[in-house]
């Protein structure tokens, strides 16, 4: 099993710019989350899903949007990228237990 | 609101010596909390469970509910022990707290 996968691992972007961070996995998990870790702080909730088809609000979701079309996929997107969303982000899958099992993070500059 | 404070953003502590990791919570009912380790270059990776009561990598941590802490605990500091923690709880939604760096020195 590959686990979590995340996509792209850098991104640079400019202010007003859209782009999707891609996160799947391959554990047939029902739920998934995006977290974004800024500088010295912990991880912050953005969105997170239950399963598919239903998404719902974090503790930080304003400027993106997610979806759930799948088990396998949630991507996060960013619409007019602002430099407060430069930050790390991380996706993160659940299944039956309590274990969040994390992939490798995207890093993403917006300037 | 829930919330999980993790007062020190830095521990070093020399190699053999005892380490605490220390984590307050704040919830209502009962969260269930973990401890997560992040080592260098590495993702986010579950270190233990209150519920499990186990020990991980000499690790334990126990719940105490008078004094709403999960304190991470080690007897003797290995220099592989170094890294980030974070812990975290889940009630309502799952929160983390600002992590701890650790530093083990030789």
């Known amino acids: 099993n590959a686990g979590v996968t995340q996509t792209p691992k850098f991104r640079i972007l400019k202010i007003g710019q859209s782009m999707t961070l891609q996160c799947t996995q391959d554990?047939?998990?029902?739920?998934m989350y995006w977290y974004r870790q800024d500088p010295g702080m912990g991880l912050k909730l953005i969105y997170y899903?239950?399963?598919?088809?239903?998404?719902d609000k974090g503790e930080v979701p304003n400027g993106y949007n997610v979806s759930r079309s799948t088990t396998e996929d949630f991507p996060l997107r960013l619409e007019l990228a602002a430099p407060s969303q430069t930050s790390v982000y991380f996706c993160?899958?659940?299944?039956?237990?309590?274990?969040?099992?994390f992939g490798p993070g995207t890093r993403l500059t917006v300037t | 609101a829930q919330r999980v404070t993790q007062p020190e953003k830095l521990l070093s502590v020399f190699k053999g010596a005892p380490v605490e990791l220390k984590c307050n919570y704040s919830?209502?009912?009962?969260?269930?909390l973990f401890w997560y380790v992040q080592y260098s270059r590495q993702r986010l990776q579950l270190l233990l469970r209150h519920i499990s009561r186990e020990s991980i990598k000499g690790f334990t941590a126990d719940l105490n509910k008078g004094e709403t802490s999960f304190h991470l605990k080690k007897p003797f500091a290995q220099e592989e022990d170094s890294a980030m923690y974070y812990c975290?709880?889940?009630?309502?939604?799952?929160?983390f707290g600002p992590g701890t760096r650790l530093s083990v020195l030789p």
């Open positions: 975290a709880g889940n009630g309502q939604n799952f929160v």
């Open positions: 993160a899958s659940c299944g039956q237990g309590y274990e969040q099992y």
């Open positions: 919830y209502s009912g009962s969260p269930e």
């Open positions: 899903s239950v399963g598919a088809g239903i998404t």
């Open positions: 554990m047939n998990h029902n739920y």
